[in-house]
């Protein structure tokens, strides 16, 4: 009996699977469509682990053909065409993944850094990250074992951070817009300021922040910024020089002297840029000349004075062996300290007043990322 209502339960089901496909052809081919699509996502993703990009791109588009709604074979081939370069075909494939998991972060905010880096298209950039800052996300918590709320904060940063970026990118694509350029420098400052409040200890926030106070010409948030961007990052020669090309112009030589060394020393042992290095000697140079004709013999003594000692200071965390400097983890803690101390942080504790305009820029060499 028992035998008899097994074999009659599996002629059941079988006549309801046969009932189901003579009826519902179509739901039944998607679903079959759909196993062999996973399978060739499957396929896409060990050849992508062994590096094998080209059969990685051709099993991950023959999977979509079957399964256009794997959002994460799409996001893949994404990045796939990025690697070639394809970057049109590369957001189109960014837009198919967030289309169908509207949620996918990552892939918001791989479209907007392609779309405005490698495409110009600022505005399909920023659309996305505004999307990012309105995403809300289940925050998911186990105590003492998991929790998103950081990785969901840190996306929230690094969206107002990339939308900075792309406002500012607008603005140095106007020439003789001066209110337009200011208004997206605005925009650019006000994405900046949120970035900072969540990446507190990001220096390229801070960094552009500041950048972004200077091109307005707010002299005294900018000098505050560059500070707070030294102290994030000292070894990072772009805010120490940046900081001595603004108080050049307010025309604090000496302290403008002393960034630019540290700038100087920076980019000599990063092996960056040679018409860069020049031109930062160049400007060195003619900071000094400045400094030299615009003082009296007693001052210039008292700056050498004030250098001797900083070298003698310096001196004391050496170690020599036969002869030689042996760097030690004094002498390294020592400089990056030097480094990281912001001797100019008084004066922009003070109101400072100015009439610099966006053009300054250019007139007093203020190094933009992404613009030489």
Known sequence: MKKFFSILFSLLIIAAIGAAIYFRPQFFQRQIDKIQGMYYVYKGDKYLKR?????????????LELYPGHYGAWYNLGNLYVVYE????????????????????????????????????????????DEIIKTKRHLLSIPFVYSNRKSYKANKGLAYYNKGVA????????????EMRRQYLLKALNAYKEACKILKKDYDARYNLALTYHLLGDY????????????LAPMNYEAHYNLAILLRHLKYYKESLEELEKATTLITNSGSNTNRQRYVFDVMNDVTRTILANSQ???????LDEDKEKSEEQTKTVTYVNGKIVLTQELDDAIIKNFKVCGSKEIFEEEIDGDYNEYDDVRYGVHVPGVE
């Open 51 to 63: 590096q094998k990009l080209q059969k990685a791109i051709e099993y991950y588009n023959r999977a």
């Open 220 to 231: 005294h948030d900018a000098g505050m910024a560059y500070c707070k961007a030294i102290e």
């Open 167 to 178: 406002y500012k990118q607008k603005s140095i694509y106007l020439n003789d817009e001066y």
């Open 297 to 303: 013999n007693d001052i210039v003594d008292k700056i």
């Open 86 to 129: 394809d970057y049109y075909s590369a957001v189109d494939a960014y837009e198919k993944a967030f289309e169908y998991n509207p949620k996918m972060i990552i892939a918001r905010m791989n479209y907007g850094i392609v779309s405005a880096e490698k495409l110009g298209d600022f505005d399909g950039a920023i659309n996305q990250y």
